[in-house]
């Protein structure tokens, strides 16, 4: 025994009882409110297909009610209705259908103003349900992958067969069923006669049963989209990403409801509904029963309602029916020549194939007049179906719609969005005679039983309107997911994957406030005891780099090795400068280009030996360089290795006129500018760990790249900040970077430049050596040599204000071209930054406007690094 | 997209493992003409059938491959390494 709430009131449920189950024993008859007349609904199918029991679960809305097991302490709550499920206000809204036809949006509020008036109206009573609010607490899900040779959809009699048979021949076989035990229909149409086969499969050891699961997608190469609800009570839905080298469909037959008048009472119950309260559940659904139905099923019904002490008042066939009676629940049935009262009808509906799944596969719906119902036919390979699904075994058809077309306002053909069979003959009478439009002009089949309840009845109708059979008239398509599937399952866990530098803590210790690049986390700048202002922290950082020294993390970088003979023939061919040249102990500056001569990355080539070659890339582009590199290599049977040495490198760069001095306490290398000069690199001992020190200087002062293992990125970061302590060093963040190399008017690829940039336009000519044989991008950048339309210069502003990054240039009032980095200058004392202009306006000394806060503000074009022009002190 | 690729290395795996490199198209000679420049830089064949494409292994062996694959069907007739088959 257990107990949860509805809307605040305790139930009790006892062990097996589902929400709806436990709801219906204490004396609930209305379960929903309908969509767009608010009609109380009540239990239907208890199998998780009508849209009739969906209530909003601890904050889930449109969770069905009827297959979500109760649970101690669960809090549900009613959905569209207000205030109470028992006197909903806005049931109203059925005395008023005669302005509300079928398409009434487009026929009524064509006029733009009366949308505006009615939107905010409509938002607030259309749609079902409401989403967890923001501060909800959150829903953990998960993602599985599962391989099986053989995929069983359906645990009922067929399945089971199946994966018994499967199993016997040896093949590993993965048995979805969407109910809690196995047995399909077996379980409340023959209790107590559960198959051996049950009990022999969970013997197997090569059978895996997923129990409360549902497949929602067949998709190529035997992909099974699997919804599994709560797979463990730490996670609320799994879903699995199932592969199978075949898939047996055996998903079965379901039940529909029948068109007469008011069929939508609450106390009308299909057959298969009523069966399930009476054996799962041990409910006895009435006491006063009329049975709708024909032949053994109807009277199969009849004697097990009666051995439940229910009391058949009638049995009636379906063409004589002609409507219930009662407001909000069934008080009696009419039918031809009388009626009876009662307080339950239970209607034997037609069984229809659940091939949804096999139609999604690309299976072709055939109709079989027959079995009244549309059966798979062209299954595609390595997809076969058995049982109730292929048509065995259903009986012979129930006409649907029984007799001639019952055109009436209360005939309800689709549950989901109250779409009457009157509803349908209109929209058939204006035109829209084919199924597919009609779908979607009336919205049949487009709602939360995804056209399980109403495809059959709303073809039917279509059918006989426009004199066509059933086979002409055809189905709807089915797509995936069906059923529905939650977002949350789709998104899966909620998982943000975070890369820490192996400094990461120290720069914590250290103040620093972080900023995202990528899955990088990389200080902007650090706090200090005096300002946690940005700007003045940055300010600071910026001194001690110009001034003394500063030190950077930058183990972000890509850090690639390229080995092999052949190493520097390929990097001749991709990079636009040459390398094969390079003698051991010197750095190059590099740029890669597409065959369309457009900058893709840069960064450093080191010689480390004739066939050794250390690269550095861009933090966002190390994948890309890699797997490019990959590709030119690919097939050419070069004598080449690359690896990847990111992750196993850490690496900071320490620069400022005092940054020899800070060095040279920590190693026994020569660091002066004589034997370490600008652009070489050298392998040593620095705080007694083995680093390769390349000498560049993004920055603009004297500097050295120092590259550790990763496991010692801690330790080389605190003996530079203890050695420099006497120089004042501080650490630098991304901010103080930026700032420091606009200054240089040193490029920042992918920021400066963009998907059109060829190295002449971003004025670095100098990295494209033409004269070379032959490489990536020679041939375009043959051609625009000549004259780039476009030209990326530096500016500095000529009046007050920092323009922000992506301000326009403008020429005459016109967008000429546009700011692609802008700061702050200390040394300026104005503003500096980079920007495209038009070739004309790319001369030293320019006048450019830039707009800033909507104002046109005067700057000057200058080609020339604002600091350091000749670049002496990179060389000191 | 579900279907699944032979790696020569790996085995069948989901195409999600791949990173799609586009079609196979042989680089021009170095003093080839510009027309056949641009028409290798700018323009693909997007056929509707079979054709020859690159795979990159990204979460597998990290290797380029080729494949002949139907991109109206998405069946893979044929997965081997770039050595098999000049560039």
Redesign the interface.
């Known amino acids: 025994m257990s107990r949860f709430f509805f809307d605040g009131e305790p139930i009790e449920a006892q062990p097996g009882d589902t929400v709806a189950s436990a709801l219906y024993r204490a004396g609930r008859r209305i379960f929903t409110r309908s969509f767009k007349y608010h009609r109380p609904r009540g239990l239907l199918c208890l199998s998780g297909h009508c849209p009739n029991c969906m209530m909003n679960v601890d904050g889930v809305p449109n969770v069905r009610a009827c297959v979500t097991p109760a649970r101690e302490g669960m809090r549900v709550r009613h959905q569209n209705a207000w205030p109470s499920l028992e006197q909903d206000w806005l049931s109203a809204a059925q005395h008023f259908d005669s302005l509300m036809p079928v398409g009434w949006y487009y026929k009524t509020l064509t006029h733009p103003s009366a949308w505006h008036v009615a939107e905010p109206w409509i938002r607030k009573v259309a749609g079902l349900g409401d989403p967890p609010p923001p501060d909800a607490p959150p829903r953990e899900y998960e993602h599985a992958f599962l391989q099986a040779e053989v995929a069983v959809v359906g645990g009922g009699p067929s399945g089971i067969a199946a994966a018994f048979e499967a199993a016997s021949g040896g093949a590993q076989v993965i048995l979805i069923d969407d109910q809690p035990e196995p047995g399909g229909h077996l379980r409340y149409t023959r209790p107590g006669e559960a198959p051996a086969s049950i009990a022999q499969l969970r013997g197997q050891p090569n059978v895996e049963l997923l129990a409360r699961a549902y497949c929602f997608g067949l998709?190529?190469?035997?992909?099974l989209g699997v919804l599994q609800a709560d797979p463990h009570p730490g996670a609320h839905e799994r879903l699995v990403h199932l592969?199978a080298k075949r898939v047996v469909v055996a998903t079965g037959a379901y039940e529909v409801p029948l068109l007469f008048e008011n069929n939508d009472l609450p106390g009308i119950l299909l057959s298969g509904g009523a069966r399930r309260l009476l054996f799962l559940h041990r409910i006895v659904p009435g006491r006063r029963c009329v049975i709708v139905g024909i032949g053994a099923r109807a009277e199969d019904l009849a004697s097990d309602l009666r051995g439940a002490g229910i009391e058949i008042v009638s049995l009636i066939s379906p063409d004589e029916v002609l409507g219930a009676v009662g407001s909000t629940r069934v008080e009696g049935l009419r039918f031809r020549g009388g009626s009876v009262t009662c307080d339950l009808i239970v209607v034997c509906g037609p069984l229809l194939p659940d091939a949804g799944l096999l139609s999604q596969a690309g299976a072709r719906l055939a109709w079989s007049a027959a079995h009244g119902a549309f059966l798979p036919a062209d299954l595609p390979p390595h997809v076969t179906a058995v049982g109730r699904v292929t048509g065995s075994g259903l009986e012979p058809a129930v006409p649907l719609p029984p007799g001639e077309v019952r055109a009436g306002k209360r005939h309800f053909v689709c549950l989901c969005s109250d779409v009457t069979s009157q509803d349908l003959v209109d929209g058939i009478s204006e035109g829209f005679e084919h199924i597919e439009t009609l779908k979607r002009y009336t919205t049949a089949t487009m709602g939360p039983c995804q056209g399980r309840m109403c495809q059959l009845p709303a073809i039917g109708i279509c059918a006989r309107e426009t004199g066509r059979t059933m086979g002409e008239t055809g189905t709807t398509t089915a797509r995936p997911p069906s059923p529905s599937v939650t977002l949350g399952a789709l998104a899966g866990p909620r998982h943000h994957p975070v890369r820490r530098t192996p400094m990461h803590y120290q720069h914590e210790a250290l103040g620093a406030v972080w900023l995202d690049m990528g899955a990088w986390k990389r200080p902007r700048y650090y706090r200090t005891a005096e300002s946690s202002e940005e700007r003045r922290c940055v300010q600071g950082e910026y001194q001690a780099v110009r001034e003394r020294a500063g030190m950077i993390d930058v183990s972000t970088l890509g850090k690639l090795e390229v080995r092999g003979r052949d190493a520097g023939r390929l990097l001749d061919k991709v990079y636009t400068n040459r390398f094969s040249d390079l003698r051991p102990g010197r750095v190059r500056y590099c740029v890669i280009c597409?065959?369309?001569g457009i900058m893709l990355d840069d960064g450093t080539i080191s010689s480390i030996a004739d066939d050794h070659y250390f690269l550095t890339t861009t933090t966002g582009n190390l994948e890309f360089v890699e797997?490019w590199l990959?590709?030119w290599l690919?097939?050419?049977?070069w004598d080449v290795h690359i690896t990847n040495l990111t992750g196993g490198l850490a690496a900071v760069n320490l620069a400022g006129p005092q940054a020899r001095d800070v060095l040279a306490g920590l190693t026994g290398l020569d660091v002066s500018a004589k034997a370490f000069p600008y652009m070489a690199c050298r392998q040593a001992l620095v705080a007694d760990i083995p680093a390769i020190l390349l000498r560049i200087g993004f920055v603009g002062e004297t500097g050295w790249e120092i590259h550790v293992p990763a496991e010692s990125g801690e330790d080389l970061w605190k003996a530079l900040l203890e050695a420099g302590k006497a120089f004042g060093i501080r650490a630098f963040g991304v901010e103080a970077q930026r700032l420091l190399r606009l200054e240089k008017q040193h490029v920042i690829v992918g920021v400066d430049t963009d998907a059109l940039t060829s190295p002449y336009e971003a004025d670095m000519a100098w990295v494209v050596k033409l004269e070379k044989?032959?490489f990536i991008g020679?041939?375009?950048l043959s051609?625009a040599a000549g004259d780039p339309r476009e030209q990326l210069v530096g500016f500095v502003m000529q009046e007050d204000g920092v323009p922000d990054d992506g301000s326009a240039v403008v020429m005459d009032g016109r967008p000429a071209g546009r700011v692609t980095s802008s700061r702050f200058s200390p040394r300026e004392g104005r503003a500096i930054g980079l920007a495209w202009v038009p070739a004309g306006l790319a001369g030293e000394g320019a006048e450019i406007r830039v707009r800033v806060q909507g104002r046109p503000l005067l700057a000057r074009v200058t080609r020339r690094p604002f600091y350091d022009p000749e670049g002496a002190r990179l060389r000191m | 997209m579900s279907f699944l690729l032979r790696c020569p290395h790996c085995g069948d795996r989901s195409v999600y493992e791949f990173r799609f490199g586009g079609e196979v198209k042989p680089r021009p000679a170095p003093g080839a003409s510009e027309e056949e420049w641009v028409n290798y830089a700018y323009n693909r064949t997007n056929s509707a059938g079979v054709q020859t494409e690159w795979w990159y292994h990204r979460s597998g062996c990290r290797q380029w491959i080729k494949a002949v694959r139907n991109t109206r069907t998405n069946e893979v007739l044929e997965t081997f390494y770039p050595e098999e088959n000049a560039r």
Do not use: H, V
């Open positions: 998709y190529e190469g035997g992909l592969r597409d065959d369309a797997q990959e590709w690919a097939g050419t049977g044989n032959d020679k041939a375009a051609r």
